[in-house]
């Protein structure tokens, strides 16, 4: 079933940090799109780190996987710049390949630390993790 998420992420704005179309589709209030939030924060980090020890370990299954989950979450609150990174990073180490994915997951370590301070000034959600390395 859709959620109308797709037809929204097909003509995004990649200057728009987050989509506030798609937050809003969030079902909840406000309460629920924070939890949201702050889950996105504190998982996003993770995958971040994930695909640096992938990188790390020339590790490309790692790498796509860290980087499929972080495309879809990133999808869901509206980040679709973090999210079509991930995209790339994902057609590159699915093609058991690793050149050139260090400086796509720097960008996104870049377009994630712009989310984290667009959802921390935004909507005062507060990081529920260290921030991430390799920024």
């Known amino acids: 079933m859709s959620r109308g998420i797709e037809s929204t992420s097909e003509s995004f704005d990649d200057r728009m940090i987050l989509d506030e179309k798609v937050l809003n589709f969030l079902p909840g209030g406000k309460l629920m799109?924070?939890?949201v939030?702050?889950?996105f924060l504190k998982s996003s980090a993770e995958l971040m780190a994930r695909m640096d020890a992938g990188l790390?370990?020339?590790d490309t299954d790692q790498v796509?996987?860290?980087a499929h989950t972080l495309k879809s979450s990133?999808?869901?609150i509206?980040?679709?710049?973090?999210s079509k990174l991930?995209?790339?990073i994902e057609t590159i180490t699915f093609k058991k390949e690793i050149l050139g994915v260090d400086c796509l997951v720097q960008e996104a370590h870049k377009a994630r630390q712009q989310v984290e301070n667009?959802?921390?000034s935004k909507y005062q959600t507060k990081m529920l993790s260290q921030p991430t390395e390799g920024i």
């Open 64 to 66: 796509l996987r860290a």
């Open 78 to 82: 509206g980040a679709h710049a973090l």
């Open 33 to 35: 799109m924070q939890k």
């Open 56 to 58: 790390q370990q020339n």
């Open 74 to 76: 990133s999808a869901m």
């Open 86 to 88: 991930c995209v790339d």
């Open 37 to 39: 939030l702050k889950m």
């Open 118 to 120: 667009e959802i921390c």
